[in-house]
């Protein structure tokens, strides 16, 4: 009799996807919170050697994320994991999904950013996605989702990857790296 195994799925909240993305790829509770992910956009507001000039709306609206929604943006994903000892690669869109290595011992996952439509289609935004392999078995961990979708085979990944690229969205594909 085969098991199935576990997999962790965090739901979306606010514009926490990000945070939840990089759980759900991770497959742990907390392996990144909210105050450390403010903590890596408010230092890389510091770190910017162009920084924005301050106004009112600075307080909430920051150049990295959204410090009431959370609303992360791609820089806030790869130092996260950088920090972690894993290395992002951002796919090359002119390749297809064909050119990533699904089976590779280095890969952890894949992490999406896609386009978005809320509130009966008035507000377009940009979403993140966590996509990994479980005991041999790939799943999408969508935030928004009520339960991971699994994958029928490798395939089937690739073609939702492909339909994701030609609907704007990106891919970056997080590797083992120096682990820390």
């Known amino acids: 009799?085969?098991?199935?195994?576990?997999?962790?799925?965090?739901?979306?909240?606010?514009?926490?996807?990000?945070?939840?993305?990089?759980?759900?790829?991770?497959?742990a509770k907390d392996s990144f919170t909210r105050a450390e992910l403010d903590v890596i956009a408010d230092k890389l507001v510091l770190d910017d050697p162009s920084k924005e000039q301050w106004t009112p709306l600075s307080?909430?609206?920051?150049?990295?994320?959204?410090?009431?929604?959370?609303?992360y943006d791609v820089n806030v994903l790869i130092t996260a994991l950088e920090a972690r000892g894993k290395r992002v690669v951002w796919h090359d869109r002119r390749n297809g999904a064909s050119s990533i290595n699904l089976a590779g011992d280095t890969l952890i996952g894949i992490?999406?950013?896609?386009?978005?439509?809320?509130?009966?289609?008035?507000?377009?935004?940009?979403?993140?996605?966590?996509?990994?392999?479980?005991?041999?078995?790939?799943?999408?961990?969508?935030?928004?989702?009520?339960?991971?979708?699994?994958?029928?085979?490798?395939?089937?990944?690739?073609?939702?990857?492909?339909?994701?690229?030609?609907?704007?969205?990106?891919?970056l594909i997080v590797l083992h790296g120096d682990e820390k």
């Open 1 to 27: 009799m085969e098991t199935k195994a576990a997999v962790y799925h965090e739901k979306q909240r606010l514009q926490f996807c990000l945070l939840h993305a990089l759980n759900n790829l991770m497959q």
């Open 59 to 71: 307080l909430i609206f920051r150049p990295h994320h959204n410090t009431l929604t959370g609303n």
């Open 111 to 171: 992490m999406l950013n896609v386009t978005v439509r809320r509130f009966i289609g008035f507000w377009r935004g940009r979403h993140w996605v966590a996509l990994r392999n479980i005991s041999g078995v790939w799943y999408n961990l969508d935030s928004d989702l009520g339960s991971p979708e699994q994958f029928q085979n490798e395939k089937e990944v690739t073609t939702f990857l492909d339909n994701k690229i030609s609907q704007g969205g990106e891919v």
